[in-house]
C-alpha cells in the first residue's frame, strides 16, 4: 500500500463521520476489524461498525470529529482528535478528546486502537486541521 492509499481511506472515514455517508463502510473497515478500546476487544463485521456509529450518533447528536495531528505511514495511521456533540437531553455543548491508532490491511482498517480522555476534555491546540488528512 501507499501512503496515498492510506489517506484516501482516511478521506473516506472522515466523510463516514462528518458527512454521514455511512455507505463508504464497507470500503473503509476489514470484513473482520479488531477494536481496542474502553469496551475491551471484539471482533466486528463492516456492518456491526455501522451499527455502532449510527447508535453514537443517534446518543450524540450533532457529531463531528476534529483531527489536530496525524502521521500516515504504508501500513497505520494514528490521529489526535477531538470530539464535538449536543448533550440528547439538555442540548448542551459536550467534548471530548482522544487517540486513534489504526493498522492497514488490502487497503482496509483491519484493527484500532481507541483512547479517549475525560468528558469535556479538548485539546489546547488553538485550530484543528482542515481536514483529517491535511496539514
Known amino acids: 500500500m501507499s501512503r ?4 484516501a481511506l482516511f478521506d473516506n472515514w472522515e466523510r463516514v463521520w462528518n458527512d454521514d455517508q455511512h455507505g463508504l463502510i464497507a470500503e473503509c473497515v476489514a470484513d473482520v476489524h479488531i477494536r481496542h478500546d474502553g469496551a475491551g476487544t471484539r471482533q466486528m463485521t463492516p456492518q456491526q461498525y455501522l451499527a455502532e456509529i449510527v447508535t453514537a ?3 450524540r447528536p450533532n457529531t463531528r470529529v476534529f483531527v489536530y495531528d496525524h502521521k500516515i505511514g504504508e501500513d497505520h495511521a494514528w490521529f489526535r482528535f477531538g470530539l464535538t456533540w449536543s448533550d440528547a437531553v439538555t442540548g448542551g455543548p459536550r467534548s471530548r478528546a482522544g487517540l486513534a491508532l489504526w493498522r492497514i490491511e488490502q487497503d ?3 484493527e484500532s486502537w481507541l ?6 476534555s479538548t ?3 488553538v485550530k484543528s486541521q482542515k481536514s483529517w488528512t491535511s496539514r
Open 57 to 59: 450518533k443517534q446518543n
Open 108 to 110: 482496509r482498517m483491519a
Open 4 to 7: 496515498e492509499t492510506v489517506r
Open 115 to 120: 483512547s479517549l480522555l475525560a468528558l469535556g
Open 123 to 125: 485539546w489546547p491546540d
